[in-house]
């Protein structure tokens, strides 16, 4: 590689995404400065980076999204550049606004971009500009409930109601009948104002069945966008994806040719550049139709690196650093190669409504091999708390085909355990086996169609913890040779890790 455009880069995040950006850009020869709150000072994040910055606090708020803190971070590190990840401040155009006028480059797509793309409402006016095909709906919300009523009946239910600044699934509501409205949009707009400082709101018809099928793009400062092909996202739970595959098992090429001019349209219209993913929901009849585009590297990014030979993280920093895409891309062929597919592991119990867990992992076991990749931000001893998305990991596979994928990464997940907190390791399994997923029979809905997929586990038989207890009094005594008490020489005591009956300090066992 030639010489990186940048030095040294800060990286505003923590977990997972934190470490995988920190181990592209040191392949990249680029020194990096890890940020971390008061609970994070030991996390992996930060034993992969070169230097880290203490930014205080114990929660996100108090840390990773303190934009003063950040800055003086970077400013005493002696930065080139940032690279925010995703969530925290990486769709927050202030922040990249603040980064440039310290002389610091943000790796990501322009603050004007940020702003249009950000807003639902004016996102939308753009895939129309661009002539991309959109949802039905309703996005001139002017905080009037009744005004909005009478919208949604124009729409026809069932429909959604979303946070016109918001993602994540937060401030969103599935409607299906008119009785149901006015209390579910109270709801939306009180979850909108605590997320995103806004109440705007705006109304979809929700399509059902439908699967949720994104193009991942790239573009750079001279004008050029490409498209990297598209990822299946259906599978989700609370409109969070969990499962994501490339390619799509209902893509076929001229689909994917129409879908993809569609988002390079969309992202030449705004100036789009650098990382960015156009999220479309395609129908029965495989019309296709646009949601929103994310501004940032995506969490399922992976799998596209899978199917393409990309690093996408180093690309985000070439452009950055003013370099052109078909100088970068060379004319290789982009072609999706094989099946990749993602699972993401959360401290968290899906027979009781997907609720978050805390506590330490007592011990990680994350697999390995051929085709197999893990992103992780934990190891043995991290604590797991309530401050910070549950997410703790994610794991890639890549075969020769969808099958041979899902068949590796059911292996993988088998392999895998973070022992001392609740996970969604077995509910993932579940989720692979079942029929309609082996099929790719998938749409938004699938989990909602599927909830014995989110049934307790099963418990451990009474003889794997009958077994557990041998094992348990048999193990100090291996390579050691029993010494008995009136065996032992004077003034001595036998071993006590040899011993069943306990230990008394001044006498015999």
């Not at 003086?72 to 401040?89: I, M, Q, R, T």
């Not at 969070?240 to 076929?252: G, H, L, N, T, Y």
């Not at 076991?365 to 001893?381: A, I, K, L, Y």
């Not at 907190?421 to 989990?447: H, K, M, W, Y």
């Amino acid at each position: 590689m030639s010489t990186p455009p940048f030095r040294r880069i800060l990286v505003a995040n923590r977990g997972e995404i934190a470490v995988r950006i920190c181990r592209s850009l040191r392949a990249m020869g680029i020194e990096t400065v890890a940020v971390h709150s008061d609970v994070d000072g030991s996390a992996p994040h930060v034993l992969a980076a070169d230097r880290a910055f203490n930014l205080g606090g114990r929660d996100a708020s108090s840390s990773y999204l303190q934009v003063p803190q950040l800055l003086d971070a970077g400013c005493v590190s002696e930065c080139d550049a940032v690279h925010p990840g995703y969530g925290f401040l990486s769709e927050d155009p202030d922040f990249a606004r603040a980064l440039s006028a310290v002389g610091m480059e943000f790796i990501g797509p322009d603050a004007d971009s940020m702003e249009i793309l950000g807003s639902k409402q004016r996102a939308k006016q753009a895939a129309k500009d661009a002539e991309v095909p959109v949802v039905p709906g309703f996005d001139r919300d002017t905080g009037d409930d009744a005004q909005m009523l009478d919208e949604a009946r124009r729409v026809g239910f069932p429909l959604l109601i979303k946070a016109s600044a918001g993602g994540g699934g937060k401030g969103m509501r599935l409607v299906r009948a008119e009785a149901e409205f006015l209390e579910a949009i109270a709801a939306c707009r009180r979850e909108s104002q605590a997320a995103f400082h806004s109440r705007e709101m705006l109304l979809e018809k929700y399509l059902e069945p439908a699967r949720h099928i994104e193009i991942q793009v790239l573009g750079d400062h001279h004008g050029n966008v490409v498209a990297l092909n598209e990822r299946e996202c259906s599978v989700q739970r609370r409109h969070q994806k969990i499962i994501e595959e490339a390619p799509s098992p209902i893509v076929d090429t001229e689909l994917r040719v129409q879908m993809s001019e569609a988002a390079v349209r969309l992202a030449k219209q705004v100036g789009y550049q650098n990382a960015g993913t156009v999220e479309f929901l395609v129908d029965a009849r495989g019309s296709f139709y646009f949601l929103e585009m994310n501004t940032r590297l995506q969490v399922e990014h992976p799998v596209t690196e899978c199917t393409t030979g990309l690093d996408l993280v180093q690309l985000q920093v070439l452009v950055a650093g003013g370099a052109k895409l078909p100088d970068l891309l060379r004319g290789r062929d982009l072609t999706p190669r094989g099946h990749a597919i993602e699972v993401r592991v959360y401290a968290e119990d899906p027979a009781q409504g997907y609720l978050p867990a805390a506590g330490v992992i007592q011990r990680v076991v994350e697999p390995c091999g051929p085709g197999v990749r893990v992103d992780s931000g934990v190891v043995s001893g991290t604590e797991i708390g309530v401050q910070f998305d549950p997410m703790i990991s994610k794991i890639i596979v890549h075969g020769m085909d969808r099958e041979n994928a899902r068949q590796r990464l059911l292996a993988a997940l088998r392999e895998t355990a973070y022992l001392g907190i609740s996970t969604n390791l077995d509910f993932l399994c579940r989720v692979l086996e079942q029929p309609g997923f082996i099929a790719g029979e998938l749409s938004t809905g699938f989990l909602d169609a599927n909830p014995e997929l989110a049934r307790a586990s099963e418990p451990a038989p009474d003889l794997a913890y009958l077994a557990a207890a041998l094992c348990g009094s048999l193990t100090p005594s291996v390579g050691r040779k029993p010494v008995a008490a009136g065996d032992a020489g004077p003034g001595t005591l036998p071993d006590v890790w040899d011993e069943g009956s306990g230990l008394r300090l001044w006498g015999q066992a």
